[in-house]
């Protein structure tokens, strides 16, 4: 049996570069995803449970997926742009949506700041139908350590960072 005390659990991670053709520019897609859950030392569940309403996760509504969407509108310009969803849902840093994105940074966190031993990660999950469709996975054509590396906590916590980074330089510029 394994147990949680974070409030989160089957914490992933992917990266996925993709270069542009012709006129489509290059992007890069970062995803993160991971169950939230009640418990002694987290209700992350029910603390987002406004933002689970409004955006829920259509794979399964104890998941939370954060994806950031970077791209440079054309090949000329210098600056890219980033786009976040919560759950598929875009979510634009606008004056109303700032208390969401403050919950998600404070998310963001935890993740970050959570010891390696206590990420939890279920088998049963793993081997579900459920997990190659919270990322863009080709689930025959994975060996073990590809599934390792998507949960391994280092890497979590490595996009968990590119996140929280990205959302709050964008959310400073837009206050700025």
Do not use: W
Not at 38 to 48: A, H, T, Y
Not at 114 to 128: I, L
Not at 132 to 143: A, K, S, T, Y
């Amino acid at each position: 049996m394994e147990i949680n005390f974070k409030g989160f659990k089957n914490a992933g991670a992917q990266s996925v570069f993709q270069q542009g053709l012709l006129i489509l520019p290059d992007a890069l897609t970062v995803t993160l995803n991971c169950e939230l859950t009640n418990n002694i030392k987290g209700k992350d569940l029910d603390s987002f449970e406004r933002v689970l309403k409004d955006a829920p996760n259509k794979i399964n509504h104890n998941f939370l997926t954060v994806q950031m969407l970077r791209y440079k509108r054309s090949p000329k310009d210098d600056v890219p742009s980033d786009v976040f969803y919560i759950n598929d849902k875009v979510h634009k840093i606008s004056m109303e949506n700032l208390s969401l994105f403050q919950k998600i940074a404070e998310f963001l966190k935890k993740i970050i700041n959570t010891p390696n031993n206590e990420f939890v990660v279920n088998r049963g999950f793993v081997e579900s139908d459920d997990f190659p469709r919270f990322f863009e996975l080709d689930i025959e054509g994975m060996d073990a350590e590809a599934i390792r590396r998507i949960y391994n906590p280092n890497d979590v916590k490595n996009v968990a960072k590119t996140l929280l980074k990205r959302m709050t330089e964008d959310i400073e510029a837009f206050l700025s």
